[in-house]
């Protein structure tokens, strides 16, 4: 349910679609309000509305961490704040750890603050917005701008109005704010992401409300004939515009044939007749992550491409993401990728302009179904598919936490790979990389480091445009971001692994959400081979991991992994031969002419510290029973090892020379008590 406030700051955005200021006059008729004052609450972000409307909003609680204002909450608290100039915002975004759930730490709610419900001229300005937010407008629509802002509640002075229960009008409020000096609006994510027709025209994707249960079916009443009228002759009208063929809708609830739970497909959606069903089936309230990539042709005439959500045309060669391509729909979005009867409204991957992706033509957006099943894909032309050619790949992937992830980035995909499945917020994983791919002009690149042909050394930072000498490029990027990955093996300390070409990263995600990598490439196109992805959960160890040791062999690492800074317990048992009439344990050792069991030695090797010694991640502090430093009977040592970095423990010895050596040590690993 919706929760008490607690102040925050709120965060600036630019606001994504442009507002069109209307005259009050106008806005009265379009939304039917009793009086200009009513209207000047607020100025809409179209002109007209067509009949069609939002079902009243389901309650969409917060489920994850954002905290960033997202464009719909930001535009709609600007015009509230213009059409108020006495008023102020008290926030829009919440930080992730302050309070409980609250759509605010998902950049959704926005308080609008300046008041006091104990002043006349405050509830009076209040009630002017209420009014206009939930009047009829001229179609009979009720709640109208709620339903095309995607306000789910609002709370204002002990009292809570909400979309998912409007038949029971304004309640009592009984959380720890009473929302006497603001007004909270929550919105839903089609609302928050200006997705919906307040700012597009387009019904959007709100998710509708339970409605109560339908009365029960009344007897017809009696047939009375109605007195005949004379014919009259009709007068003559002008020609009915071109017949629309109607947009792709929604299956109903179990119209679909059932399939295995959906968790990660890609499929081909054809530009010409026809749709594309997936194979599995999405879960009713399962978040699916959908991409889309690819271009096709419209229309037989030069210049008539469309992507997911942009388009150019014969004589206009721009990319739109609104375009109407029929004449009886002049103000009409065409074109879009429908999902189940819905339009995606993707983001772009790059924002070239306009909201449209000019480089790879990929788009992302969420879904989550109100139904179980499987569901159709479809791209809309309302003029005929019949000269379309080409077709999309979408991808949709559950939106849920998986222990282990493995995939492949080619370095040709300029848009990325996304994972198969999420990384879970407050988690901590270890994410390893591993290969190398050619970027094209005699470059070899791995994760972090590369090397050419003219300069065969590999380096960190390389720059592959002249203009820009001190980028660095060709790094593999998180959510287009550059992370820094540390080598797995690093010998002349230069922050490259030039042996296995393996890098390591400690992730913990402030959302549960997947991961997108890419090889950071101004050009791509010239690019070949990929790079190995595997993602595993590092949680608190349960038991105990034994590894074996051979002491002739190079290190070898733990399998499992482990969390920095949290106290571990080894145990390491057994002896072997360092070298011709010398034997040592985990800490000590003793040679033929000195039976002696010695903790230091130092005419085995001058300057090596734990000569001998079992070492874990280069160290070694082993204590024998009871606190002795050696101990010559069991040969079984003790340590209390705290990780100072996540990841595998490394386990060898510490022997500049291991041709000699013979033996094994057993280690065991378990988590420390007390």
Not at 250 to 260: F, H, I, N, Q, T
Not at 303 to 313: I, M, R, Y
Not at 406 to 417: F, K, L, S
Not at 563 to 580: D, N, Q, R
């Amino acid at each position: 349910m919706p929760e008490s406030y607690s102040r925050s700051g709120s965060r600036t955005t630019p606001v994504l679609l442009t507002a069109l200021l209307i005259t009050l006059s106008l806005l009265t008729g379009l939304v039917g309000l009793a009086s200009p004052a009513d209207a000047a609450a607020m100025r809409t972000a179209r002109a007209w509305y067509r009949p069609a409307i939002e079902p009243l909003a389901a309650y969409q609680a917060q489920t994850t961490c954002s905290p960033r204002a997202k464009p719909g909450v930001a535009d709609f608290a600007a015009r509230l704040l213009r059409a108020n100039p006495s008023t102020r915002s008290m926030g829009i975004v919440r930080a992730c750890g302050v309070g409980v759930r609250s759509e605010h730490k998902e950049g959704r709610a926005f308080d609008w603050g300046g008041l006091d419900a104990g002043k006349k001229a405050d509830r009076v300005r209040v009630q002017r917005f209420l009014r206009w937010l939930l009047a009829k407008d001229k179609f009979g629509n009720k709640h109208a701008m709620a339903r095309r802002l995607g306000v789910q509640y609002v709370i204002w002075n002990r009292r809570i109005w909400g979309s998912y229960a409007a038949d029971a009008g304004w309640r009592p409020y009984r959380g720890a704010s009473p929302h006497r000096d603001h007004v909270h609006i929550s919105f839903t994510w089609a609302g928050a992401r200006a997705k919906t027709s307040f700012w597009t025209g387009k019904v959007g994707n709100v998710g509708a409300a339970p409605r109560p249960a339908p009365l029960p079916t009344l007897p017809p009443r009696p047939t009375v004939p109605r007195p005949t009228t004379p014919t009259v002759p009709r007068p003559t009208v002008p020609p009915a515009p071109p017949v629309v063929p109607p947009r792709p809708v929604p299956a109903p609830a179990g119209a679909l044939l059932p399939g295995p739970a959906l968790l990660d497909e890609t499929l081909t959606v054809p530009a010409g007749a026809g749709t594309a069903l997936t194979t599995g089936a999405l879960q009713q309230g399962q978040t699916y992550l959908v991409e889309v990539s690819g271009t096709y042709a419209y229309g037989s005439q030069p210049g008539q491409v469309a992507d997911a959500e942009c388009s150019t045309a014969a004589t206009d060669s721009s990319w739109r993401r609104t375009r109407s391509v029929h004449p009886a729909q002049p103000r009409e979005d065409h074109l879009d990728l429908y999902v189940d009867g819905v339009d995606l409204y993707a983001d772009a991957d790059v924002d070239g302009g306009g909201d449209c992706d000019l480089r790879t033509h990929t788009y992302r957006d969420t879904l989550t179904p109100s139904r179980t099943g499987r569901v159709t894909l479809e791209l809309w032309d309302p003029t005929t598919p019949a000269d379309n050619s080409g077709a999309l790949t979408v991808r949709i992937i559950a939106v849920a936490p998986r222990p282990e992830l493995r995939w492949q980035v080619p370095a040709t995909a300029a848009a990325g790979v996304t994972s198969p499945g999420a990384l879970e917020a407050g988690v901590t994983y270890l994410m390893t990389v591993t290969g190398t791919v050619d970027a094209g002009n005699g470059v070899t690149a791995d994760a972090e480091c590369s090397v050419s042909t003219a300069d065969g050394v590999w380096q960190r930072d390389r720059s592959l445009v002249s203009t820009a000498p001190t980028a660095d490029h060709l790094d593999l990027l998180l959510d287009r971001r550059d992370m820094t990955f540390r080598p797995v093996s690093d010998s002349d300390g230069d922050g490259c692994d030039t042996d296995g070409h393996a890098y390591r990263l400690v992730l913990t995600p402030n959302r549960t959400w997947p991961a997108n990598l890419r090889v950071d490439d101004p050009d791509w196109t010239d690019n070949a081979g990929e790079l190995s992805v595997h993602v595993q959960r590092v949680d608190p160890p349960v038991g105990t991991e034994t590894v074996t040791v051979d002491t002739s062999a190079a290190d070898v690492e733990t399998r499992r992994s482990y969390l920095a800074g949290k106290p571990l317990l080894l145990s390491a048992a057994g002896s072997y031969a360092i070298a011709p009439g010398t034997t040592a344990d985990a800490e000590c050792s003793a040679t033929a002419a000195d039976p002696t069991w010695r903790a230091t030695r130092s005419t085995l090797y001058a300057g090596g510290r734990y000569l001998g010694d079992v070492t874990v991640d280069g160290r070694g502090d082993w204590v024998g029973p009871g606190g002795a430093r050696c101990d010559p009977t069991t040969h079984t040592y003790t340590w209390t090892y705290t990780p100072d970095r996540t990841g595998p423990l490394l386990l060898g010895v510490a022997d500049h020379d291991r041709s000699d050596n013979s033996g094994t040590v057993t280690v065991t690993i378990s988590p420390a008590t007390g």
